[in-house]
T-cell receptor, first 110, second 113 residues
Framework: QKEVEQNSGPLSVPEGAIASLNCTYS??????FFWYRQYSGKSPELIMF????GDKEDGRFTAQLNKASQYVSLLIRDSQPSDSATYLC??????????FGAGTTVTVRA | DGGITQSPKYLFRKEGQNVTLSCEQN?????MYWYRQDPGQGLRLIYY???????QKGDIAEGYSVSREKKESFPLTVTSAQKNPTAFYLC????????????FGSGTQLSVL
């Protein structure tokens, strides 16, 4: 079974700091990569997607992809209490299935 | 407004009973998906469909069934063969293509009486 692994949490960061989330995947043929944010009891919402090696920035979020190392990460700069949530890494394989990691729970301390 | 509607929000199942979760989308998306989420865990794929009248098993299809008779509808039946059905069920849809993004409905919490 194809695997998506995320760094274990929970991750606690002070307000204004950088939160760093990591994700590795097993299928070298994976083509696209997504980060979702999920608040407790709610459905996931897409916050970032990346398809090419390198960095992609969107506001306070930066996604980084390294296909050779099969590694994707998410940085949250200037963390806010509203960023407290579970972050899910999702990877699309060549069969177009989207597989999810177990998630990393982030808590931003005021 | 376009979106994905799941109903009901909460559902209770008696032992031996089949129950059906509804999922409707008006986004004109070709692909639809069902995921299951257990507490503190990620999403696991149950079934997915990329075209009307066709669907594929995901990683945990046993004890579940689906149909895709219309593009906008993808109901999930949790059968009595699913012995541990208590979970949060999420329906999603997308256009087809490797870079297309999944959008999710608001979910159905299923519990066993």
């Amino acid at each position: 079974q194809k695997e998506v692994e995320q760094n274990s949490g929970p991750l606690s960061v002070p307000e204004g700091a950088i939160a760093s989330l990591n994700c590795t995947y097993s299928d070298r043929g994976s083509q696209s990569f997504f980060w979702y944010r999920q608040y407790s009891g709610k459905s996931p919402e897409l916050i970032m997607f990346i398809y090419s090696n390198g960095d992609k920035e969107d506001g306070r979020f930066t996604a980084q992809l390294n296909k050779a190392s099969q590694y994707v990460s998410l940085l949250i700069r200037d963390s806010q209490p509203s960023d407290s949530a579970t972050y899910l890494c999702a990877v699309r394989d060549p069969d177009y299935k989207l597989s999810f990691g177990a998630g990393t729970t982030v808590t931003v301390r005021a | 407004d376009g979106g994905i509607t799941q109903s009901p929000k909460y559902l209770f199942r008696k032992e031996g009973q089949n129950v059906t979760l509804s999922c409707e989308q008006n986004l004109n998306h070709d692909a639809m998906y069902w995921y299951r989420q257990d507490p503190g865990q990620g999403l696991r794929l149950i079934y997915y469909s990329q075209i009307v009248n066709d669907f594929q098993k995901g990683d945990i299809a046993e004890g579940y069934s689906v149909s895709r008779e219309k593009k906008e509808s993808f109901p999930l039946t949790v059968t009595s063969a699913q012995k541990n059905p208590t979970a949060f069920y999420l329906c999603a849809s997308s256009m087809t293509g490797k870079n297309e993004k999944l959008l999710f409905g608001s979910g159905t919490q299923l519990s066993v009486l």
